[in-house]
């Protein structure tokens, strides 16, 4: 059975910093790109940020220079270092997997996200 288990949120003041660290298993971890995507009351999901098996690396625009996305495949887990945070990234985060391998490429998993809240 697949999980994708989120840890780390909570909350922070502005300026503060928060780690998310979302922990997979049942699935073969190298296998997947992996991302982290936020929600916002009465918003859009987005992606913020995905690394590829090889860890190439892509941000939304709002937080480059500020968020940093990493992977372990060893540990099966990928993380989101949130730095200076504001209040706008207030949202619930979720971690999510991508297969890009066949068979079932394509195939998506999701976390049951963590919420992150910036104080102003």
């Known amino acids: 059975q697949v999980q994708l288990v989120e840890s780390g949120g909570g909350l922070v003041q502005a300026g503060g910093s928060l780690r998310l660290s979302c922990a997979a298993s049942?699935?073969?971890?190298?296998?997947?790109?992996m991302g982290w995507y936020r929600q916002a009351p009465g918003k859009q999901r987005e992606l913020v940020a995905s690394i590829s098996s090889g860890a190439t690396t892509t941000y939304t625009e709002s937080v480059k220079g500020r968020f940093t996305i990493s992977r372990d495949n060893a540990k099966n887990a990928v993380y989101l270092q949130m730095n200076d945070l504001k209040p706008e990234d207030t949202a619930v985060y979720y971690c999510?997997?991508?297969?890009?391998?066949?068979?079932?490429?394509?195939?998506?998993?999701w976390g049951q996200g963590t919420q992150v809240t910036v104080s102003s």
């Open positions: 999510h997997a991508d297969r890009r391998q066949i068979p079932d490429w394509g195939r998506e998993y």
């Open positions: 049942g699935v073969t971890f190298s296998a997947y790109a």
